[in-house]
């Protein structure tokens, strides 16, 4: 904001000046000079112009009318250069002046003409143009009295002739001017650089003035934007609250409060993740754009202390923001958002008590200060207490039936886990052989059957569809249809199956309960495996062999891929490929721009489940060779060390692998790392054990020997023997090598050290 007071003093000539300068002045100076004289010329030109006129005096005429508008042009055109200007004036008081002495000698105003010369070029050039004036003036007076004196010009008319010829009167005319001309000269000297100084000092007191208005300014902006912050939050804080009393359902309330915080604050993405019952997982509970509809969908949810920006607040309670998410170690690259640059989660909680987090994110880099932690942490505050009221709420008002329809949901979703779709099932009766009949009608009839829960036939009464519901919902759906004449479905046909639907829901739900605890059990009993066969250090092979065999109880047939990580060097060894039925190693290879770097650098499961290529690409990893149809790889983590990678692909099927086979391979890939390490420190202990080993039985044999000989000869042969060396000597100062026994070591040949086909006479050394 301008202070259009300030801005009017700020723009003043003395302001301009000291802005500008003493070039600013003397510019000034000149100006106004010029202006008065063109005043006094505008005068005298038409007193001349008239004269001239009369007298018939044309050339005259035509040199002044030139010289009058040349001084017009100077007067007027400011965008002339400075010099230009300067040394137009200075060139016409120089040629006045002379034009006075040469006609008029001694008696003309010519001297103080040159006087009036040597102060406009102390002013307007400074104490050099002023000092080279002043040399220039009294050379030109001292040349002109010469020249007269001396006869060499012709002396002027009238009286002063006599005064003119003499030489004497013309030194102490140009001494007198001298002297004159030089006090002149110091003193405009002495003035200007005051002038200059005092034009510093007003030039740094109006930078100063400017400084702090800018300063102010700025004051006044970042004021004004708290202030619009602050009306933001208040804002979005009332209608939050607002919400929260006409909205009853606690989702809709979420879903609405958290795209009403993304449009507000025009973020790029925005999610609201609440605590699981067991506080391990931040699950996503509202989100916004196609984004996050989709994670929605695929009920997105990250680990309590993971390397994510949602895991670590959720983790220690207070709010994170990573300025760039490329340089923050616990951002979690998500495909679905490839424009997020900055990101930010504050704790949501009520009271002491967490109970989720709200995350928000930004295409632009460093996009949020203190000022948007501070809003965002009061409105996740409203928002936590407004979740609470509409949550409490929600249930006062649903009851029982809000129960019902809660363990319909419990009871239904594994059910759509199992027929892997969200579309319910449908069993065709096939028509008998020979009686005709088509399918092409039953859709309709079983769509609405499915939409409505209840039995459904068509317009003919000829095709029936009856719904299989499991505690309300639809999982199921029986669909016949009869061909005969006369064979309409009746309430009573329809009533029957209806009972065998109702059987059949029973059973099913018995069926799908029990093929459930089945895998629990499935997964139970490799989890117990896995662990011990980790817990008794077997080797590394044979425990990613049970690794594999008892995934494939579970999962079913799969391809596993073990990768181990060095950090050190960057390189990555798969010791465990199974491919097809074949089990093979790969040996290392410097991490590339796979689906394994990305799990590496990430620290985080990673589940495709179809158009592997596309979300590959959308990841920043390239595939080299067959693509899988589905991909589900998770980190082998030890604290916050990444050890490897464990992989489960499929090469037909999309949609093969779930959450569920996600948690449970990350669980055994934690095992797997334990194994991994605690096997590289046993290899360890072991090279440490037989080393001191090695070290003891040496020392212990050269101790016993009884002189320098065998010592010698000891030491050499035993560390030739222990350490597979092809050669090996030893010796005591420049002494000559100690010789070991004819023949070389057991076992040993000798070798043919000087090519002749021969064994050397004294064997090794």
Not at 176 to 185: H, K, R
Not at 247 to 263: F, Q, T
Not at 719 to 738: D, K
């Amino acid at each position: 904001m301008n202070n259009p007071g300030l801005t009017q003093r700020t723009s003043s000539p003395p302001a301009s000046i000291a802005r500008g300068g003493l070039a600013s002045a003397r510019e000034q100076a000149l100006s106004m000079l010029y202006y008065v004289l063109a005043v006094i010329g505008t005068a005298a030109y038409v007193v001349m112009l008239v004269g001239a006129v009369l007298a018939g005096r044309w050339t005259t005429l035509a040199i002044t009318s030139a010289a009058y508008l040349w001084l017009l042009a100077v007067t007027l055109v400011r965008s002339l250069p400075l010099g230009l200007r300067s040394g137009t004036l200075l060139a016409a008081s120089f040629g006045l002046a002379l034009s006075q002495l040469l006609r008029e000698g001694l008696a003309s105003d010519g001297r103080l003409i040159l006087l009036a010369f040597v102060v406009i070029a102390s002013l307007l050039t400074g104490r050099r143009g002023g000092l080279a004036a002043l040399i220039l003036s009294t050379a030109t007076l001292g040349l002109i009295g010469w020249l007269m004196s001396s006869g060499r010009i012709p002396l002027p008319a009238g009286g002063s002739a006599a005064e003119s010829a003499s030489l004497v009167a013309w030194v102490i005319s140009g001494a007198v001017f001298l002297l004159l001309a030089g006090i002149a000269t110091l003193s405009i000297a002495w003035f200007v650089r005051g002038i200059e100084a005092a034009l510093g000092e007003q030039g740094g007191l109006v930078e100063q003035v400017r400084e702090q208005q800018a300063r102010l300014e700025e004051l006044v902006a970042a004021r004004t934007r708290d202030l619009e912050r602050q009306s933001k939050e208040l804002a979005t804080a009332g209608e939050i609250a607002k919400l929260a009393s006409t909205e009853p359902d606690p989702e809709g309330l979420m879903s609405k409060a958290i795209e009403l915080i993304r449009e507000r604050f025009d973020f790029y993405h925005a999610s609201v993740f609440l605590l699981d019952e067991g506080k391990l997982w931040a699950v996503m509970a509202a989100s916004t754009g196609e984004a996050g509809r989709q994670l929605l969908a695929r009920g997105h949810r990250l680990a309590v202390g993971s390397a994510s920006i949602v895991g670590w607040v959720t983790s220690n309670r207070m709010p994170r923001v990573a300025a760039d998410v490329e340089l923050d170690p616990f951002h979690f690259r998500n495909p679905l958002l490839p424009g997020t640059r900055s990101e930010m989660a504050v704790p949501v909680m009520i009271g002491d008590r967490l109970i989720g987090a709200l995350d928000v994110q930004s295409t632009q880099p460093g996009a949020f200060g203190e000022a948007d932690v501070r809003a965002i942490e009061v409105i996740s505050a409203e928002l936590a207490i407004a979740f609470e009221n509409s949550r409490l709420l929600h249930q006062a008002r649903s009851g029982l039936q809000g129960t019902i329809q809660r363990g319909g949901s419990h009871w239904t979703e594994p059910w759509r886990k199992l027929i892997g779709a969200e579309e319910s099932t449908i069993v065709h009766l096939e028509p008998r052989e020979g009686t005709g009949g088509t399918g092409a009608a039953t859709s309709a009839v079983a769509d609405e059957a499915i939409r409505s829960g209840a039995p459904a036939t068509s317009e003919d009464r000829k095709e029936l569809a009856v719904p299989i519901q499991v505690r309300g919902e639809v999982v199921a759906t029986i669909v016949a249809r009869r061909t005969g004449p006369g064979e309409e479905w009746s309430d009573d046909d329809i009533a029957v199956v209806q009972t065998i639907a109702g059987q059949a829901a029973l059973a099913l739900e018995g069926a799908r309960q029990y093929a459930e605890e089945q895998r629990r059990l499935a997964e139970l009993e490799l989890v117990n495996r896995v662990s011990q066969a980790a817990s008794q250090l077997v080797n590394l092979d044979s425990l990613y062999r049970i690794v594999h065999s008892q995934l494939g109880r579970v999962m079913g047939s799969a391809d596993l891929m073990i990768a181990l990580y060095d950090a050190a060097s960057d390189q990555i060894t798969i010791p465990f490929l199974s491919k097809g039925g074949e089990i093979t190693r790969l040996e290392a290879t410097p991490l590339g721009e796979g689906l394994l770097s990305v799990v590496v650098r990430s620290k985080q499961p990673l589940l495709l489940t179809e158009d592997i290529e596309q979300a590959a690409a959308a990841l920043g990893a390239r595939l080299v060779g067959r693509v899988p149809r589905c991909w589900l790889g998770v980190p082998m983590l030890l604290a916050e060390e990444i050890l490897g990678v464990m992989v489960v692909q499929d090469y037909e099927s999309e949609r093969r692998f779930t959450d569920d086979d996600t948690a449970l391979l990350f669980t055994i890939a934690s095992q797997v790392a334990a194994a991994v390490e605690n096997s590289r420190l046993l290899d360890q202990i072991r090279r440490s054990e037989r080393r001191q080993r090695l070290i003891h039985e040496i020392t212990a044999k050269v101790r016993r020997a009884s002189d320098m000989d065998t010592i010698l000869t000891t030491a050499a042969r035993e560390l030739s023997v222990e350490l597979n060396a092809n050669r090996a000597s030893a010796r005591l100062g420049a002494m000559p090598a100690v010789p070991m026994p004819p023949g070389g070591l057991p076992g040993q040949i000798p070798e043919d050290e000087d090519g002749d086909g021969r064994a050397p006479e004294e064997g090794r050394k």
